[in-house]
């Protein structure tokens, strides 16, 4: 069992920067493959980047490709999210969330493929 904390979340300009961060608990973390997700305000929650247990198998929604980029520290049980050049729809609550242990090494996209889930943080882009 793993429990997921996000942080870095904040209101930003437009155009602007944010590296959201999810520490995970346990010894274990490196047999995770982990995801991020968001939800806009009023809409359902939507896939944004995904990572395997290999940071060699890693997955983007379209509307992120090339502004926003994941990556993972197993030493440091954490997973990041850097994302520039923000817009205004970026603006979400964004979750981290985690499959695992030792399921297959890729990068998920679904949000059924993952069974552990942090508790959010806001990022807040403005025009």
């Known amino acids: 069992q793993v429990q997921l904390v996000e942080s870095g979340g904040g209101l930003v300009q437009a155009g602007g920067s944010l590296r959201l961060s999810c520490v995970g608990s346990?010894?274990?973390?490196?047999?995770?493959?982990m995801g991020w997700f968001r939800q806009p305000p009023g809409k359902e929650r939507e896939f944004v980047a995904a990572i395997g247990r290999s940071t060699v198998f890693k997955s983007y929604a379209e509307f992120v490709q090339g502004r926003f980029t994941i990556s993972r520290d197993n030493a440091k049980n954490t997973v990041y999210l850097q994302m520039n050049s923000l817009r205004p729809e970026d603006t979400a609550v964004y979750y981290c969330?985690?499959?695992?242990?030792?399921?297959?090494?890729?990068?998920?996209?679904?949000?059924?493929?993952?069974?552990?889930w942090g508790q959010g943080t806001q990022v807040t882009a403005s025009s």
């Open positions: 969330a985690a499959r695992g242990p030792y399921y297959s090494n890729a990068a998920y996209s679904r949000e059924s493929d993952y069974n552990y």
């Open positions: 346990g010894s274990t973390f490196s047999s995770y493959a």
